[in-house]
């Protein structure tokens, strides 16, 4: 086999795979505003967000490749409110863009536009992530969540929730902030963070078996 059909092969191979078609990309960012008895506190995180769409190109992809769909590649904002608290706003439930910013619009026409767009809008609360925190942070089964409108109820009198806002950035991809707190989180990726591989009604810890460490980071050590 020559090199150009190794190459056409593989190329081909990724196509059925991963979907060939057009792509757009883009840096979107979340910062989290949250009133603390000592002052208000900032936590922000970045995320790369792809958006692939096959149309036309069906017979070359793989069904469960074909379509319109997302690949989001960071971790969750994680934000220290008190000495050794945490409020995480998770990849789980997180907004794209293009539906932030474009809410009328189809994604796939809009999301070329996003790439060169520098801008922030404030989230409504119906656009806000999964929000949770730890009773002990060496604890995976002790999440809870926390409810946008009483951070009181988590972390006591004093705490509120200031904003959630999105922008579109050309920053980095955070990287590392929340195994920096989570030091367990590369156990995780293939269990729920009650212990259990299956997700199950009967789970004595249904919130804890509802997530795994992709809600918090994508990437596994």
């Given at each position: 086999?020559?090199l150009?059909?190794?190459?056409?092969?593989?190329?081909?191979?990724?196509?059925?795979l991963?979907?060939?078609?057009?792509?757009n990309?883009?840096?979107q960012?979340l910062?989290v505003?949250?009133?603390?008895?000592?002052g208000?506190?900032?936590?922000s995180?970045v995320?790369?967000?792809?958006?692939h769409?096959?149309?036309?190109?069906?017979?070359m992809?793989?069904?469960?490749?074909?379509g319109a769909r997302?690949?989001?590649?960071?971790e969750?904002?994680v934000?220290?409110?008190?000495p050794?608290r945490?409020?995480?706003?998770?990849?789980k439930?997180l907004?794209?863009?293009?539906n932030?910013?474009?809410?009328?619009?189809p994604?796939v026409?809009t999301?070329?536009?996003l790439?060169?767009m520098r801008a922030?809008r404030?989230?409504?609360?119906?656009q806000?992530?999964?929000?949770?925190?730890?009773?002990?942070?060496d604890n995976?089964?002790?999440v809870?969540r926390?409810?946008?409108?009483?951070l009181a109820?988590s972390?006591?009198?004093?705490y509120a929730?200031?904003?959630i806002?999105?922008a579109?950035?050309?920053?980095?991809?955070t990287k590392?902030r929340v195994?920096?707190v989570?030091?367990?989180l590369g156990?995780y990726y293939?269990?729920h963070?009650?212990g259990?591989?299956?997700?199950?009604v009967?789970?004595?810890?249904r919130f804890?078996?509802?997530?795994?460490?992709?809600?918090?980071?994508t990437?596994?050590n």
């Open positions: 086999m020559t150009i059909s190794r190459a056409f092969g593989l190329a081909f191979a990724t196509c059925l991963a979907g060939c078609g057009n792509s990309t883009w840096h960012k910062i505003t949250v009133e603390t008895p000592d208000v506190k900032t936590g995180s995320v790369l967000v792809a958006l769409d096959t149309t036309g190109n069906e017979w992809t793989l069904p469960e490749a074909r997302y690949e989001l590649t960071g969750a904002v934000l220290e409110v008190a050794g945490y409020l995480f706003a998770l990849l439930g907004p794209y863009a293009t932030v910013f474009f809410s009328d619009e994604p026409e999301a070329p536009a790439a060169d922030s404030e989230l409504s609360p119906k806000y992530p999964l929000l949770v925190t730890f009773a002990d942070n995976p089964a002790s809870a926390v409810d946008p409108t009483d109820a972390f006591g009198p004093g929730l200031t904003s806002k999105m579109i950035t050309d920053e980095t991809v590392g195994e920096a989570l030091g367990w156990e293939d269990k963070l009650d259990n591989r299956l997700a199950t009967n789970a004595e810890n804890a078996n509802s997530l795994a460490s992709g809600a918090f980071d990437e596994k």
